[in-house]
């Protein structure tokens, strides 16, 4: 026997729940109604340089960081930062008197060995000394010369090419310490840059290629060709290094200063490309999505190269598609949705 009450709650219940089924279904319907707002664009084909850039130091093609091989005091710096040079050019002069130069002892010992050398020179023209003694005097003389020689490279330091001062480390007076850096020279009018490549990308490498080279954060620019390849990896860095060298016969790029070259690695024609925003991950997928008719179609895609915030796809989309690429957080297939901007 079912009391008055018990038909009470089942009829609320009844009611409670046909009152749910009909909020869901409403909710099925506006939510199958609703329009989403979203960009999009129309897929084609198109044409890409797959382009690597890569850092170093300019430096001249050749080029001379001179240090001091003595400890003494500057006596005199007879060039300035930019002047030209020549080859065996006096750069800086050191104290001639300091003990460690040992100019001033080597000087007495050639100019003794010279004077001794040429009176038995003479002596040996009359016959009054024998061949012996004459090799003895010219061999101690040829000695002390060459002595001389390389004392006086030691304190009259020298510029072993000709080309520009691009850097002057020293003043007159200070006290040096053995290696420390006193200036480079180097030739200006074509200059070279060194940079390291990984293994992956070495393959695009050859002489003679292209590149473009840009430095003063960008406001000087020019062109390059690659001249060295290294055959084996840097043991630590396991990067291959190369070299390219700049044309700079109009002084625009300048020693010293760091430089960004650009390097045209692959060509890629023919192929889909698209924001790499436009992809989600969704159960571990790559997916974009196609409008159809209004409606949104999930498609599973195929990325390949990486192009600076775009993507190449290599399958899943076909040519007159159009990719939403904004607004896709909000979708899942059978979604309707409006273009705002078709790109």
């Known amino acids: 026997m079912i009391n008055a009450n018990t038909k009470f709650v089942s009829l609320g219940a009844i009611l409670l ?6 909020c869901g279904d409403n909710e099925d319907r506006q939510a199958a ?4 707002s979203v960009n999009a664009t129309v897929i084609s084909l198109t044409d890409e340089r797959l382009v690597k850039s890569y850092t170093g130091s300019l430096e001249g093609e050749k080029q001379a960081v001179i240090y001091a091989r003595i400890a003494e005091a500057v006596e005199e710096v007879r060039v300035k930062e930019g002047e030209s040079v020549r080859a065996n050019q006096v750069l800086i002069s050191l104290d001639k008197t300091g003990a460690s130069s040992r100019y001033l002892e080597t000087q007495s010992l050639y100019l003794n060995a010279e004077k001794n050398f040429k009176k038995m020179e003479y002596l040996y023209r009359e016959g009054a000394v024998s061949e012996t003694q004459y090799d003895l005097a010219r061999t101690n003389y040829e000695v002390t010369r060459a002595t001389f020689e390389a004392a006086t490279k030691l304190v009259d330091i020298q510029s072993p090419i000709s080309g520009v001062v ?3 480390d020293v003043s007159d007076g200070e006290f040096l310490s053995i290696g420390r850096k006193l200036a480079t020279v180097a030739t200006v009018d ?4 060194k940079f390291a490549v990984n293994a992956e990308d070495i393959r695009f490498f050859s002489q003679g290629a292209h590149v473009s080279v840009t430095a003063g954060n960008g406001r000087v ?4 060709a690659v001249t060295s390849i290294s055959e084996s990896a840097d043991p630590e860095t396991r990067a291959f290094q190369v070299e390219v060298l700049v044309d700079n016969e109009d002084g ?7 430089a960004r070259v650009d390097v045209a690695l692959e060509s890629m024609d023919n192929i889909i490309v698209v924001p790499r925003d436009a992809l989600m991950i969704l159960d571990g997928q790559p997916v974009g999505y196609v409008v159809n008719n209004g409606q949104v179609e999930k498609r599973v895609l195929s990325p390949g190269t990486n192009l600076e915030g775009r993507v190449v796809i290599d399958s899943g989309l076909a040519i007159g598609d159009t ?3 904004l607004g896709q957080s909000y979708l899942s297939d059978g979604v309707k949705v409006t273009i705002a901007n078709l790109e």
């Open 166 to 168: 691009t850097s002057l």
């Open 190 to 193: 074509r200059l070279r840059v």
């Open 17 to 22: 729940f046909s009152l749910v089924t009909a």
């Open 33 to 36: 109604d609703r329009l989403v």
């Open 252 to 258: 625009r790029f300048k020693v010293g200063t760091f």
């Open 323 to 325: 990719l939403v690429t």
């Open 221 to 224: 620019s020019g062109s390059g």
